[in-house]
């Protein structure tokens, strides 16, 4: 059984800093496309950023570039997410997502990836 954790969440005021971790277990593909998605109150879930394990295919969203920096720990099968310059927007439950890597969304990350963490809440005060 696969197992996806998220953890690092927290409340912050703007302008700091947290960083994300996320662990996954219990899958056996080897190539595979593991990152963030948010969720803020009222709105629909959204994409953050991305990694893939084989070519380093790395994506960010607009409105985090330059804020937010993602690694990853093939040996671990952990991936980070490091968010500097937070700002009240940034407020969501983010969640790590992890998905094989495949023909139809090759090494980037989309809305119907295979496995799913529970969520960790991001909250930035003003």
């Known amino acids: 059984e696969v197992h996806v954790v998220e953890s690092g969440g927290g409340l912050v005021q703007a302008g700091g800093s947290l960083r994300l971790s996320c662990t996954a277990s219990?899958?056996?593909?080897?190539?595979?496309?593991i990152g963030w998605f948010r969720q803020a109150p009222g709105k629909e879930r959204e994409g953050v950023s991305c990694?893939?394990?084989?070519?380093?295919?790395?994506w960010y969203r607009d409105s985090v570039k330059g804020r937010f920096t993602v690694s990853s720990d093939s040996a671990k099968n952990t991936v980070y997410l490091q968010m500097n310059s937070l700002k009240p927007e940034d407020t969501a439950v983010y969640y790590c997502?992890?998905?094989?890597?495949?023909?139809?969304?090759?090494?980037?990350?989309?809305?119907?990836?295979?496995?799913w963490g529970k969520g960790t809440l991001v909250t930035v005060s003003s």
């Open positions: 219990g899958f056996t593909f080897d190539d595979y496309v």
């Open positions: 997502a992890l998905d094989e890597i495949n023909e139809e969304y090759g090494s980037y990350c989309h809305s119907h990836m295979d496995y």
């Open positions: 990694i893939s394990n084989n070519n380093k295919n790395i």
